[in-house]
């Protein structure tokens, strides 16, 4: 296992579509989180999944947004009616479960609504 | 609420010169994480450094040095030597032990390294 995985990394959507994004995280990681990250701005946290619980959701995370992690390993992170405001790029981030270790990220999905 | 503040967006060194990138955090909580990330226009995310709060040393990671002052709540970045591919964008984050592990990241500080 090589590190997290995202699909696709990129996506130009029409607005008012769904869209749906996929992260693979390492396999011994039991914590995934979703963040959305604008042009010149930092990560910002959208939400985040300890196994299969998803534990937490940021005010960020409208409610045309949904996010799953079935069986604790793959998650997917949705967008309904898409907005040109969801224009970002989506970043899944996952660790263990020790406090003193780094997020590993993938490498993000890029999207665009026109 | 945790909250880091990076008040340089962007920052010009010259090659093979030091450079200190700042950040300041806020939390309740007692015991949390420091990180410094870099981010290519590439888009990844890349680790570079760890500090945790209850660590008396400051972290080294070969160039990379993190000058940690809790009494001001401050994470500054070192990057001695710098090279041209230094050029990149580079946040401060924290986690803490309440709030499930999220990691929040600063705007960010975005360095130049001029030849």
């Known amino acids: 296992d090589t590190g997290v995985s995202q699909d696709p990394r990129h996506k130009i959507t029409k607005r008012g579509q769904n869209v749906t994004f996929r992260c693979d995280p390492i396999?011994?990681?039991?914590?995934l989180y979703w963040y959305r990250q604008t042009l010149g701005q930092g990560p910002e946290f959208l939400t985040y999944f300890q196994n299969e619980a998803q534990l937490e959701k940021s005010r960020l995370l409208s409610d045309r947004f949904s996010a799953e992690r079935p069986k604790g390993s793959f998650s997917t992170l949705e967008i309904q009616r898409t907005e040109q405001g969801d224009s970002a790029m989506y970043l899944c981030?996952?660790?263990?479960?020790?406090?003193?270790?780094?997020?590993?990220f993938g490498q993000g999905t890029r999207l665009t609504v026109v | 609420a945790q909250k880091i503040t990076q008040t340089q967006p962007g920052m010009f060194v010259q090659e093979k010169e030091a450079v200190t990138l700042d950040c300041t955090y806020d939390t309740s909580d007692p015991s949390y994480g420091l990180f410094w990330y870099k981010q290519p226009s590439s888009g990844e995310m890349i680790f570079l450094i760890y500090?945790?709060?209850?660590?008396?040393q400051n972290a080294t990671e070969g160039r990379y040095s993190l000058n940690f002052q809790k009494a001001r709540k401050s994470a500054n970045l070192v990057i001695s030597a710098s090279q041209l591919g230094d050029s990149a964008m580079y946040f401060c984050?924290?986690?803490?032990?309440?709030?499930?592990?999220?990691?929040?990241f600063g705007a960010g500080t975005r360095l130049f390294v001029k030849a």
């Open positions: 984050a924290m986690r803490g032990n309440l709030g499930g592990f999220k990691t929040i």
């Open positions: 981030a996952t660790m263990p479960g020790r406090m003193n270790t780094e997020a590993f």
């Open positions: 500090q945790g709060s209850y660590d008396q």
């Open positions: 396999s011994e990681h039991n914590r």
